[in-house]
């Protein structure tokens, strides 16, 4: 909005600029015009019978002058005329802007805010019947898994085996019915004797391995703290033969991403409403309050963002504002449908049970996958659009559960709309449309 509004004010000093000189114009060109005539009826008085040859060639020049002037006067209404079609383009433009602007201002609130980030130029598309543009490129389907540390199975095998065998029977899954995991590994997983075969068969079914850190949520750690903790589960994945490029689980009131870029990281997803605890209180949103989110677990709901900001990565490199998006940020948020894992989101109050998997979530994760494709088809914003969902793993899904999941959108895959990729791959290709 902004952005909008600066154009409006230039828009306006162009157009009042142009009425004036216009203006200027048309009248100095009567005052020449009319000038002129007076001139030569002056002369045609001043000069009597015997300077009549003086007389005849003065008419002439007169005349000639009065064809000249003519000339100007038709040029000057050519150019009227290109002036006016100028006016009415501008006086359209402008009501468009209005409009534009009118929209901007009925949203309330804490999209209002970001919407000023013009994030929501694609919803303000929709609602004034611009014809959408068609992009080529499928939507990126991603998934992330966090695989949560179960205590004490990096020194109890048995433990570690039985939960090894969850993460594979996922992988598995996912991979016979097409689906591209991101597997974000805890220290307690990272760090057990079993991991790097495990690790070596998710990469083998074709899937990611990243780093899930759980850190940051109590009170406010200090930029060392952080970046001391994340550079050592960047380690702990770099040992398992990867590099990881993201990192789940660090929001934090204390400098988050500024640690997650120290420590090497280029990617977060999950982000939650604790994450907007680093905010200056000028980013929080209107109505929000910092006291209602003490900690990660009882503020971990998604904060109110549009589809088009779910959809859209956007890059950052300060905790401090991180909602509002830095062109040449170091670091990419993904904010997908984080905040809900996949066996949540039938349930629209989570109760003291938690959720449970059932058919209602995979049709709700089939219903938003398509309109996160219908709305990247109807986009022109070339970063956009990334389906981000999160599985935690944790206790094990139903058998069955996620090639159903994964089936329930590949008729989106299969007509080339959608395609499951790695963040690597994510990361490469918006470093490359960024480049392009
Ligand atoms: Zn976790």
Not at 145 to 165: C, I, S
Not at 296 to 315: D, K, V
Request: aromatic residues 6%.
């Amino acid at each position: 909005m902004g952005a909008t509004g600066l154009v409006r004010i230039d828009v306006t000093d162009k157009f009042s600029a142009f009425v004036k000189d216009h203006e200027v114009e048309g009248q100095n060109g009567g005052v020449r015009f009319f000038g002129s005539l007076l001139s030569v009826a002056i002369l045609a008085i001043a000069c009597g019978g015997d300077g009549s040859q003086d007389l005849a060639t003065q008419l002439a020049a007169a005349n000639q002058e009065i064809a000249e002037i003519a000339d100007a006067k038709d040029a000057l209404a050519a150019s009227n005329d290109d002036l006016e079609r100028k006016i009415a383009q501008l006086k359209a433009s402008l009501e468009d802007k209005d409009r534009l602007i009118e929209l901007f201002d009925d949203e309330a609130g804490f999209l209002e805010l970001l919407n000023e980030q013009d994030m929501g130029i694609d919803e303000l598309r929709d609602r004034l019947d611009v014809p959408p543009q068609v992009t080529q490129e499928a939507t990126i389907f991603t998934m992330s898994v966090h695989v949560e540390g179960w205590t004490g199975e990096n020194r109890n095998p048995e433990k570690f085996d039985r939960h090894a065998e969850i993460i594979l029977a996922v992988a598995h899954e996912a991979s016979q019915a097409g689906g591209i995991f991101s597997f974000e590994l805890s220290s307690e997983f990272a760090t057990s004797f079993g991991a790097k075969d495990v690790v070596d068969q998710l990469l083998a079914l074709g899937h990611a391995i990243e780093a899930h850190a759980d850190v940051g949520g109590v009170g406010t750690p200090s930029l060392e703290e952080l970046t001391r903790q994340l550079a050592v589960k960047f380690k702990q994945v770099q040992s398992l033969g990867v590099t990881p490029v993201l990192v789940s689980g660090i929001c934090s009131r204390g400098p988050f991403v500024e640690a997650a870029i120290s420590a090497d990281f280029l990617i977060t997803t999950g982000v939650v409403e604790y994450c907007l605890t680093s905010l200056d209180a000028t980013h929080q949103p209107d109505g929000w309050n910092i006291g209602d989110c003490p900690s990660p677990a009882q503020c971990h709901g998604r904060p109110e963002f549009s589809l088009s900001q779910r959809a859209t990565p956007w890059r950052t490199s300060s905790s401090s504002s991180w909602i509002v998006p830095e062109l040449d940020g170091d670091f990419l948020i993904i904010v997908g449908e984080s905040g809900t894992t996949v066996k949540c989101l039938a349930e629209d109050e989570v109760g003291s049970g938690g959720c449970r998997y059932s058919n209602k979530d995979i049709n709700e994760y089939a219903r938003l996958a398509e309109s996160y494709v219908l709305h990247d088809e109807q986009s022109n914003d070339g970063r956009c659009c990334i389906f981000s969902t999160t599985i935690s793993v944790g206790e094990s899904p139903p058998e069955g559960f996620i090639s159903e999941l994964i089936n329930s959108v590949s008729f989106l895959v299969d007509e080339g709309r959608a395609e499951w990729r790695t963040p690597h791959q994510i990361y490469l290709k918006l470093v490359e449309d960024a480049e392009n």
